[in-house]
C-alpha cells in the first residue's frame, strides 16, 4: 500500500515503532544509510516485538541508491516542518513514498528542494513531534484516503 522511508534514522526504539505501524498497515519499510544504531541492536527488537518479521524491510546504502530504485512513475513525497502542504489535505496515493528524516535535524536541504513535503501543525509551543508519532499520524492519514473503507476488527476481551 505504503512506503515509509526514514532518512539515515538515528534511534532504534523509533524505528522499531514506526516498524510496528508498517506491520499493522501492511506498508514497505525502507531505512537508508547510515544508521545510528545496528538491526540487530536489543532496543530496535524490543520496539519492533515479532511485528518486524511480519515487515518488507528494503535497505539502502545511500539516498541516491535509494532514488535509483524507483520507478519513473513513483511519489516522493518529504515531511518536513518547513512543508508547504497540510499533510491531511494531500491527496495520497498508492504506493506513495512518505519519507522522514532523521530525529537530529530532519532532511538536507538539496532533498527538500527536490520533492514536494507535508507538515503537521504545531499550533503549541513545541518545535517537533517524535518522528516515529509523525510517521503514525501521516501514514495512517494516508492510509485512510487510500483504504476509504476501514474494516474495523471485533475487540478482543
Known amino acids: 500500500?505504503?512506503?515509509?522511508v526514514l532518512y539515515q534514522p538515528e534511534i532504534p526504539q523509533n524505528t522499531g515503532n514506526i516498524g510496528r505501524s508498517c506491520a499493522v498497515l501492511g506498508s514497505k519499510l525502507h531505512l537508508i544509510r547510515p544508521f545510528g544504531?545496528?538491526?540487530?541492536?536489543?532496543?530496535?527488537?524490543?520496539?519492533?516485538m515479532d511485528y518486524l518479521?511480519?515487515?518488507?524491510?528494503?535497505?539502502?546504502?545511500?539516498?541516491?541508491?535509494?532514488?535509483?530504485?524507483?520507478?519513473?512513475?513513483?511519489?516522493?513525497i518529504l515531511t518536513s516542518g518547513a512543508g508547504k502542504t497540510l499533510?491531511?489535505?494531500?491527496d495520497y496515493q498508492e504506493n506513495d513514498y512518505l519519507v522522514f528524516g532523521r530525529e537530529s535535524d530532519g532532511l538536507p536541504l538539496e532533498i527538500l528542494t527536490a520533492?514536494?513535503?507535508?507538515?503537521?501543525?504545531?499550533?503549541?509551543?513545541?518545535?517537533?513531534?517524535n518522528v516515529a508519532v509523525s510517521a503514525g499520524i501521516i501514514a495512517?492519514?494516508?492510509?485512510?484516503?487510500?483504504?476509504?473503507?476501514?474494516q474495523v476488527k471485533p475487540s478482543q476481551p
Open 1 to 4: 500500500m505504503l512506503n515509509i
Open 37 to 48: 544504531f545496528r538491526l540487530h541492536d536489543p532496543q530496535f527488537r524490543r520496539a519492533g
Open 53 to 76: 518479521e511480519q515487515i518488507d524491510l528494503v535497505e539502502h546504502a545511500s539516498w541516491n541508491h535509494f532514488c535509483s530504485s524507483l520507478n519513473a512513475s513513483a511519489r516522493v
Open 87 to 90: 499533510y491531511s489535505s494531500f
Open 115 to 129: 520533492f514536494p513535503s507535508v507538515k503537521i501543525p504545531m499550533p503549541g509551543t513545541g518545535r517537533s513531534l
Open 140 to 150: 495512517f492519514e494516508a492510509a485512510r484516503q487510500i483504504t476509504q473503507n476501514w
